[in-house]
């Protein structure tokens, strides 16, 4: 385990970085401050990347244009890998026909749409449709009654033995300096417990996201974990998931791992970064485009 | 293991009976029908019984008078014992002053108000008051918004460091023959989970309830567990409760438990009641009051 | 929460005293240095204590004996409230005959014989006694071979449908200043895991452990919670099993919890003692016997 | 859910299959019956096949030698995927010197042996070496004392922060028709929960194990996940992991699963394979080569 004073020199190191991307691109705040200085050095030094994020809420071209609008444009919808894409991979594979019942947002449902299915949210399922829903996905926290849909999906799955799929495995998301937010994820682990079933969970630290950005690249050219190093700001799902499948990691203090209390929680936990660096941002001190 | 065909023998053995309520007395429905016999035999064998019951969206008050609306006079107060008035001794014990933030109706939080307390919805919880909430108690499902609340829930954990008490530990109940609903215990371990901290939980299994119970009849009597019969429909919450304090118990199939998969799931849970009868139902074929 | 210099002015507070005895008593090293002075004081202020300890080990009396031995005869057996009594007890109540098989030293199965019963190790099962085994009884983690006992339990348990007792319910526990050994709790919980079977456990945080000390000095005297105060080392047991029962609680920094981690864990579990103190040694200073 | 009577008619369908070991091609009395029919069918129609095993007890040469020397002589090294090669793939990539300790048999340490590293029984870790231990695998429960071995390695990582591999996640596995054994994956977990760390786990149902036989196949020529089947009797690894990589699924009957449970445990767990059968042996019944 390295400190690293500069993101840069791990820049040097490697030919293709990926990046998480709350709490090491971007905050609830906007961008991370200096974070352009990155993508521009990446781009000059003609390196590769991507953004691997545990999101369902909307397409890969709806991030991207949210980090535009931030005047981040560097990000481009295939620059992104999303929980949501492993989703609908599934669905596509393994969901032939009938409904696919979902929680969350009519923009999180709409990219998941796979030909011959229909998506249905949960609070429209009733006696005469509930025998075609072939699948649940749990795709986001909001766009729907927690109390009556929790309730429903509960049910839903007394009477139908579907797969269940869960898009986003967060179980709690910062909305302010002081405040968090249940995510969907959190909701989808009570409700597996109430009905004793097993779901199938998308996203860090599972490795399907990780492979699915390593085959991105793979498709154009050969590759070798060793050139990759996975950037994050939480020990359980960046750096435990990189380790696993391989690669190098950097742990960044700028989201949800603080200074103070970095060492305490890599002891507690056993996971160990290859570095550990303040932020993800070059420093440009010095350096000449 | 013995299976009984008339709970009249069961009543015959003991002193003192037990007994859970939902599925056990009553149902989603109502009573279970032909229930006054075994009250109406209970009292007329001069038999003590006691509800013991994972129910604190209530008073012991408010909960005889629903059996009395549904025309069983027999359940009067101080027959009850309920997670609630767990939950009420543990804050005359252990808060001393300020505000016990909750989740559950105005109702649930009427009774278990101390004095020196003041009671307070989650959702009223500010910036002006939060320094002074002192404990936060998980009371019912009903009376406040899910997502609001459960989000603030969160968030108040995360900036004080009180104690919380889950006040009905059940994850689910029935709500018609089809249907269940998630229940504040459910909802609790979700949170628990998410802030990573130790709840405190009043309710069957836990012995604590069964001791209440016990010691409201030592007051005025000496006795022995060998009197007592603990009668439930549910293996984990009745039977493992009862049978960890050191009763007999009798799982009847009138609520939880089904006939067809009764065998099943004791060999699965390894939960073994000391008898087994259809229901708490007294047959009074050829018995003369 | 209060941090209390001399432990003295706690006993002045209350009527009795319940003590762990690991990290609070005595250390693998021997007794705390000066808790003589804690057990003269409590004799001559005429208080009531008692020894409230997670250990099945072995019986009270060699309990007693083994502080006698290290010098401090204030500890009699019937002060002692251990895991294994409450086991026996259960034995007592529940299980009217054959064989009760266990995984423990000789010493350990002694003490839990009960009239009618039968002990037998779980070395010594065999096709020949197995259908009569009726109960499982983890006591101690000594005393067996792990990898043939445990395999042998764990197929027991496959084809007997029968209550398991878990006599104490501590994971680990500290053998040198700087080593743990695995405990009986933590190998019980694997076996748990590994059948899917809902096991019994004896010992703090349970509230049984707490009720029975509470019982010994009822049977004698009334008395109110308020009047009892619980010591104990660890938060996880002494201090939650102390608040839920309803007892005032004190934390020392002689055993489990370190001075310099105490303020981060009892945020991060949210379990609060009443008070903290370095020790439970009384500081004589100026003190006239 | 396809309930299919011969086999055959399933391998007509795909270009790849992939097997589970154990409970599938052999039982703990050796081949299943008939088996070598499959394979044989399987050269003939020039298909595909790997065997996909949470095994890290020996090396893919010393499982494919078990294999011929049970007469099958179609599984070849290069055929066998194991949890094992996955282990050994992860030190190759991330742990770059120093000694690398292990819980199994010498056999099971042999192979997973990477440049530049030392491997070291848990038993030989001394005062001396001790801080050059950058890695602790979970091998085999077999070639260690439990008791003594278990007990170091909890202080081994109570000391140092490492990963820790459990190269086997299975909890137990069958060693004759009535009797199971503790696997490594069982003791790994309890480790786990007592030091509080969280450890990496190679073995399905994790998706690792798929895409490393995916990789080999797609080393040679271009696959789609369309044209493989895994096959398997256990719903929890073989199932769910198939399911999730998606890939179609079978399960067979001849071992973890039985005929008299198999919907019931499809429903109570919701893990739901594409086709049921009996057993993977092929009927060559008016079948000619």
Redesign the interface.
């Known amino acids: 385990m390295l400190r690293i004073e500069n993101f840069k020199s791990i820049i040097d190191q490697y030919n293709i970085i990926f990046f998480d991307a709350f709490g090491v691109i971007k905050t609830y705040q906007g961008l991370v401050p200096g974070i352009e200085n990155t993508f521009a050095y990446l781009e000059q030094q003609q390196k590769e990347y991507y953004i691997v994020t545990n999101d369902a809420s909307r397409s890969p071209t709806q991030l991207a244009a949210s980090y535009h609008k931030m005047g981040l444009t560097a990000i481009t919808p295939e620059r992104i890998v999303s929980s949501g894409m492993l989703t609908k991979?599934?669905l596509d594979?393994?969901v032939r026909d009938g409904i696919v019942a979902y929680l969350g947002t009519e923009n999180s449902a709409h990219y998941i749409e796979s030909s011959g299915l229909q998506t249905l949210p949960v609070s429209q399922i009733n006696e005469g449709n509930i025998d075609k829903v072939n699948a649940l996905i749990f795709l986001d926290?909001e766009g729907f009654?927690?109390?009556a849909d929790?309730?429903k999906a509960?049910?839903l799955?007394?009477?139908r033995?579907?797969?269940?799929i869960v898009a986003n495995t967060d179980?709690?998301y910062p909305v302010s300096v002081?405040?968090?937010?249940?995510a969907i994820g959190?909701?989808a682990?009570?409700?597996e417990?109430?009905?004793?079933?097993?779901?199938?969970r998308f996203g860090k630290p599972?490795?399907?996201m990780f492979?699915f950005a390593y085959d991105l690249i793979r498709e154009y050219r050969p590759i070798s974990?060793?050139e990759i190093v996975m950037v994050g700001d939480t020990l359980?799902t960046d750096i435990?998931g990189g380790?696993?499948?391989?690669?190098d990691t950097v742990l960044v203090l700028s989201g949800n791992t603080q200074p103070t209390d970095v060492d305490?929680r890599?002891?507690?936990?056993?996971?160990?970064p290859t570095y550990i660096c303040d932020s993800a941002v070059v420093d440009l001190g010095g350096f000449n485009f």
């Open positions: 991979e599934y594979l393994k926290d009654d927690w109390c929790l309730n509960v049910n799955l007394r009477k033995t579907i797969p269940v179980h709690a002081n405040n968090v937010s249940i959190g909701l682990t009570m409700i417990k109430i009905v004793g079933k097993e779901f199938i599972d490795s399907q492979m974990k060793k359980h435990l380790n696993k499948f391989g690669l305490t890599i002891t507690a936990t056993g996971i160990v």
